[in-house]
């Protein structure tokens, strides 16, 4: 069977399908990360130490099931049976998780969450790597990752603002958020699988693992996308992990933390089609360099606003947000860049490994900017709820000049990057050259660089 041919360009209807996926599962992270624990041991009565000791096993867990993900969606690299596969699992838990109708116990909590982010991971990544299979052109691909980011802002944004504005907390408002995620997920995943097309390629031989290792890590576009890449992921989650301590103890305005968010996000989602543009114009490593030094600039009055900054920590929001488009939109796009030249290097299709060890380096460098922050502050004798301490200048350090310091450090290791459009085009064989067809696929040489020495599936398209 030959491999199914792909538009260039998605049309604006097929493109919204593909997000709107996307839409329920960022509302589906504002709840689990932020109000379930709390619920959970406050109104459902479990305790914060046992919640935080469930939690901690079940997240663990999850960090373990993704490269097994990878590798199971590349073994059978068809996307919509996965989809179909794990959302079952992910519905029943979410429901369970959001609604509990019976008692509440430690070993309930552990089990459905394990089966959410068993469900949720087996879910992510084959969903991630459709969206590089469904467009194959340079700029096509950021157009996917747009459209896709773009519904994760708009998700978080809606989970985020609606239980307040409807006047909802505690039970009730993890019950709506449970109700309103099922009721967007299941059409729109439906959807997406009777509407949009999928790969069905004759995958060449698997690579002996010694040899499938070695030429993933001679991939020097991935070494520094993925290095870049977990960088800025802990500038990020530095910012995000103390903005509630932040805007309380140091600003001084805990209440101004849902207008704060609301405005970030809304930001975010109006500069996503701003970034777009910057890529097709400077190519997306340098329009992401580009966002990468104007976060910086954003981010330079943060350590020194103090009580009472309301504005100041407004227009900052602003800022930052606006810049977040980059991050969310460009790094995903550059990641099917990179997931193409392994495969015209000899990898095969090895998009779930690639998008799996993505996933692996995002929940590293948030684990590890909680275990940098948490520390710190400790050390430095921060004590929540002390608003204008003189401790708080460790968290405006932490919050506004560490993240700084790793943004910096992504953008020099980006400003070798060399897959650009031109260099990627170089990788392809010739409009019409079919040196190799699906029906088979020749050994590849040990690695040593990216050259076009073989041409995978794609190259028939």
Request: a positive charge; charged letters at 10%.
């Amino acid at each position: 069977m030959q491999p199914v041919a792909f538009q260039d360009r998605l049309a604006g209807l097929e493109l919204a399908i593909y997000a709107a996926p996307a839409f329920s599962l960022a509302a589906l992270s504002v709840p689990l990360y932020l109000y379930l624990p709390t619920i959970y041991a406050d109104d459902f009565g479990l305790g914060l130490a046992e919640v935080g000791a469930v939690l901690l096993v079940a997240r663990l867990a999850d960090a373990l099931t993704d490269p097994v993900a990878g590798l199971l969606a590349d073994r059978w690299p068809r996307r919509k049976p996965w989809l179909l596969l794990s959302l079952g699992p992910m519905a029943m838990a979410i429901w369970a998780l959001f609604a509990p109708s019976g008692p509440v116990s430690a070993a309930s909590l552990l089990g459905w969450s394990l089966l959410l982010y068993l469900g949720w991971t087996g879910f992510s990544v084959p969903y991630l790597a459709w969206g590089a299979d469904l467009n194959q052109a340079y700029h096509g691909r950021t157009r996917v990752a747009g459209a896709r980011e773009a519904a994760v802002l708009a998700g978080t944004l809606v989970a985020a603002a609606t239980p307040a504005l409807l006047g909802l907390s505690g039970p009730a408002a993890l019950r709506f958020l449970g109700i309103v995620i099922l009721v967007g997920l299941i059409p729109t995943v439906l959807l997406a699988c009777a509407r949009l097309p999928e790969p069905r390629p004759v995958a060449p031989p698997p690579l002996a693992p010694k040899q499938a290792w070695a030429l993933l890590r001679n991939n020097a576009p991935f070494r520094r996308l993925l290095g870049a890449y977990g960088l800025n992921g802990i500038a990020n989650g530095l910012p995000a992990t103390l903005f509630l301590s932040f805007i309380s103890d140091r600003i001084g305005a805990p209440t101004l933390a849902g207008p704060a968010l609301a405005l970030y996000f809304c930001a975010g989602l109006a500069g996503v089609p701003g970034w777009s543009w910057l890529s097709r114009r400077l190519g997306k490593h340098r329009a992401w360099r580009f966002g990468l030094l104007g976060a910086c600039c954003a981010f330079l009055p943060a350590p020194f606003l103090g009580a009472g900054d309301t504005a100041g920590f407004l227009l900052l929001c602003l800022a930052t947000g606006l810049m977040v488009g980059a991050d969310l939109v460009l790094p995903p796009a550059m990641q099917a860049d990179v997931i193409e030249a392994d495969s015209h290097a000899g990898g095969g299709a090895r998009a779930g490994l690639y998008f799996a060890l993505w996933g692996m380096a995002t929940k590293a460098s948030l684990a590890l900017a909680v275990g940098l922050a948490f520390p710190l502050l400790d050390w430095a004798g921060y004590v929540p709820g002390t608003p204008n301490a003189p401790e708080t200048w460790t968290l405006a350090l932490l919050y506004g000049a560490a993240p700084l310091l790793f943004k910096l450090a992504a953008w020099g290791l980006m400003r070798g990057y060399a897959l650009d459009e031109a260099a990627l085009a170089a990788l392809r064989p010739p409009p019409g050259d079919l040196t190799c067809p699906a029906a088979g696929f020749s050994p590849p040489p040990p690695p040593s660089s990216l050259a076009p020495s073989l041409c995978s599936q794609d190259a028939a398209r």
